[in-house]
């Protein structure tokens, strides 16, 4: 026999999408009324008033006050977001150390904070800054997100390493962390920030490219992102490019460190400037690399026809390289390919992972209104 206390399964669904319906106003706008709900999700306003009910019950909701601007008819109670409703935290992880962001479920930032290297094995200096981090604010930190500039692992959430890579490495995994810990690649966050606000809003398909002390490519295809069977998919570091990986080729350019396994962000962007003031020897040199990325990136657009190209990174939006790679691309491809700058510029990969977490923490106070 069923529980009678407990909501048809049809009905429970048409509450539950009653219930997101609000909170997503709610989380976009901030204060609002019972009637400025039902107007903008075009639900009756009975059911509205259930669900505020409810949300207010289960302790998402509160009211704030009422309308003091003495207009006639019924007095409009506002309601906001719990101050105890949750948190989220994202958090990136790089050669420079690791950098956090903690906010409200409706993205209000209650702080940032770096932590230089400082010697500690990654997953020890990871989980430290983290809970750090969880510790602002009231409330349970409903969902983190981790960026790493290694490939993850699709199945165990386990970070790869790889050879040659200039990045942290380790048996990093998600479940070490913590409970409710997403952990992805860096270029894949940078190009979720990219899909959700940045140049790739209106693409069906696009890649996202990033130059910077390492190389990657994320591959959005269907609006679906490509992560391939052991999350290596876009390590186009390992790519041929006349016999060497395309990471050595540069690297022999001398655009390469000689005290790590990665590029060298100075001398490329200081080649960049140095073309773009006239200066000969750097202009070749700024040809022989965009014409070499280039042709990594025109394979790319032969194999997968994406919309658009972006180029993010540190070396990757500057204008003279998207200047050459665009060139490159565009004499090389099959079809025409739109080659741009990311438009998410600052730290792109921690913004992707701030969305990536505010997304599974509503979902999560979501499902702890549906089990209340």
Same mark, same amino acid.
């Given at each position: 026999?069923?529980?009678?206390?407990?909501?048809?399964?049809?009905?429970?669904?048409?509450?539950?999408?009653?219930?997101?319906?609000?909170?997503?106003?709610?989380?976009?706008?901030?204060?609002?009324?019972?009637?400025?709900?039902? @107007?903008?999700?075009?639900?009756?306003?009975?059911?509205?008033?259930?669900?505020?009910?409810?949300?207010?019950?289960?302790?998402?909701?509160?009211?704030? $006050?009422? *309308?003091?601007?003495?207009?006639?008819?019924?007095?409009?109670?506002?309601?906001?977001?719990?101050?105890?409703?949750?948190?989220?935290?994202?958090?990136?992880?790089?050669?420079?150390?690791?950098?956090?962001?903690?906010?409200?479920?409706?993205?209000?930032?209650?702080?940032?904070?770096?932590?230089?290297?400082?010697?500690?094995?990654?997953?020890? /200096?990871?989980?430290?800054?983290?809970?750090? #981090?969880?510790?602002?604010?009231a409330g349970p930190v409903r969902a983190t997100a981790i960026s790493v500039a290694n490939p993850v692992d699709p199945v165990t959430h386990e970070v790869v390493a790889?050879?040659?890579?200039?990045?942290?490495?380790?048996?990093?995994?998600?479940?070490?962390? $913590?409970?409710?810990?997403?952990? *992805?690649?860096?270029?894949?966050?940078?190009?979720? /920030?990219?899909?959700?606000?940045?140049?790739?809003?209106?693409?069906?398909?696009?890649?996202?490219?990033?130059?910077?002390?390492?190389?990657?490519?994320?591959?959005?295809?269907?609006?679906?992102?490509?992560? $391939?069977?052991?999350?290596?998919?876009?390590?186009?570091?390992?790519? *041929?490019?006349?016999?060497?990986?395309?990471?050595?080729?540069?690297? *022999?350019?001398?655009?390469?460190?000689?005290?790590?396994?990665?590029?060298?962000?100075?001398?490329?962007?200081?080649?960049?400037?140095? #073309?773009?003031?006239?200066?000969?020897?750097?202009?070749?040199?700024?040809?022989?690399?965009?014409?070499?990325?280039?042709? /990594?990136?025109?394979?790319?657009?032969?194999?997968?026809?994406?919309?658009?190209?972006?180029?993010?990174?540190?070396?990757?939006?500057?204008?003279?390289?998207?200047?050459?790679?665009?060139?490159?691309?565009?004499?090389?491809?099959?079809?025409?390919?739109?080659?741009?700058?990311?438009?998410?510029?600052?730290?792109?990969?921690?913004? $992707?992972?701030?969305?990536?977490?505010?997304?599974?923490?509503?979902?999560?106070?979501?499902? @702890?209104?549906?089990?209340?």
């Amino acid at each position: 026999m069923s529980d009678p206390e407990r909501p048809l399964p049809r009905l429970a669904m048409l509450r539950a999408m009653t219930d997101r319906a609000v909170l997503d106003q709610v989380f976009v706008h901030g204060r609002t009324t019972r009637a400025e709900l039902a @107007a903008t999700t075009g639900i009756s306003k009975p059911t509205i008033s259930e669900s505020v009910r409810r949300l207010e019950t289960a302790g998402a909701l509160r009211a704030t $006050g009422t *309308d003091q601007t003495g207009r006639r008819g019924r007095i409009a109670t506002f309601y906001e977001l719990a101050a105890d409703a949750g948190r989220v935290v994202a958090a990136e992880v790089n050669q420079q150390g690791i950098r956090t962001v903690t906010t409200d479920l409706t993205g209000t930032v209650l702080a940032t904070d770096h932590h230089p290297p400082d010697g500690r094995p990654m997953t020890a /200096a990871v989980r430290a800054a983290v809970d750090a #981090a969880g510790a602002v604010g009231a409330g349970p930190v409903r969902a983190t997100a981790i960026s790493v500039a290694n490939p993850v692992d699709p199945v165990t959430h386990e970070v790869v390493a790889l050879p040659g890579s200039p990045f942290p490495e380790g048996t990093l995994r998600a479940a070490d962390i $913590g409970r409710d810990v997403l952990l *992805d690649n860096d270029v894949n966050f940078s190009a979720l /920030a990219e899909r959700r606000e940045g140049a790739a809003r209106e693409a069906k398909s696009f890649a996202y490219v990033y130059v910077g002390a390492g190389l990657g490519v994320s591959l959005y295809v269907g609006d679906q992102l490509v992560r $391939g069977a052991h999350g290596l998919a876009g390590e186009i570091g390992y790519l *041929d490019s006349s016999g060497a990986t395309l990471a050595s080729a540069l690297a *022999d350019q001398g655009f390469g460190r000689v005290d790590a396994p990665s590029l060298d962000v100075d001398a490329i962007l200081t080649t960049l400037d140095q #073309a773009g003031s006239g200066d000969a020897v750097a202009a070749e040199r700024l040809g022989l690399l965009g014409a070499t990325l280039g042709r /990594a990136v025109a394979a790319i657009c032969t194999i997968v026809d994406p919309d658009v190209v972006l180029l993010g990174g540190p070396a990757g939006s500057h204008p003279a390289l998207v200047a050459e790679i665009r060139r490159t691309v565009q004499a090389a491809a099959p079809g025409p390919v739109r080659v741009e700058a990311g438009e998410v510029t600052d730290s792109a990969a921690l913004r $992707g992972a701030l969305l990536s977490a505010l997304d599974h923490g509503r979902d999560g106070l979501l499902n @702890a209104v549906a089990e209340n």
